[in-house]
């Protein structure tokens, strides 16, 4: 059970986390200071630096419940249900609600932080740095009876490869205008193929 000290620790991570991105989201990620955004959310810089490390921390910190996910999926998994069968059901779920993880959610302000992340250098850096963590943890995931190291390694670059390509496909139709109602059909198919292509091998399209 969570403390209230705990409790407390969080809403405040939370608090200035909100206050940064909506700067940033108004101004400019290098636009803003660290100084400026503890201003705003009436901390000390000392006690902004114990909640975020960085300045990149306090954006990802927005989407830290996502890492891990595919492997925390691959360990969940009903005992008929396969690894991939697992991650295809998952993101097309994700699709279905708006998770914007799937870049499905047409909320301008989700549509801003996207935007944010692809086009800052530094934050798009540390998107990758999750990304190589995921991997990793995905093939330790997926590793067992007939699948060694080289194969979990190999196949989860190749799954969270494909999430990534749909999930900026997604984004940048939404970008373009399209409605996320709209554009769910196509999303879903897109989703179905990949996923097919992933189960069956390329050679089909090559």
Known sequence: MTGLRELKRQRVREAISATAIA???????DE????????AAEVSKPTLFK??????????????????????????????????????????????????????????????FHRMIFETPSLATRVLHYTAQDERALAEALRGPGVDGLTARL?????????????????HRLHDGERADDAYPHAVRAAERAYDLLATGLAPAL
């Not at 196949?155 to 984004?171: E, P, S, T």
């Open 23 to 29: 700067l940033f989201l108004e101004r400019g990620f």
């Open 32 to 39: 803003v200071s660290v100084a400026e955004v503890a201003a």
């Open 51 to 112: 909640y975020f490390p960085t300045k990149e921390d306090l954006v990802m910190h927005r989407i830290a419940d996502h890492r891990g996910e595919a492997a925390r999926v691959v360990r969940a998994r009903g005992p008929e249900e396969t690894p991939l069968g697992a991650l295809r059901r998952h993101f097309l779920d994700g699709l279905a609600r708006r998770d914007p993880v799937t870049g499905l959610n047409d909320h301008p302000a989700v549509l801003a």
């Open 155 to 171: 196949a989860a670059c190749q799954i969270l490869a494909v999430q990534r390509v749909l999930a900026r496909d997604n984004w």
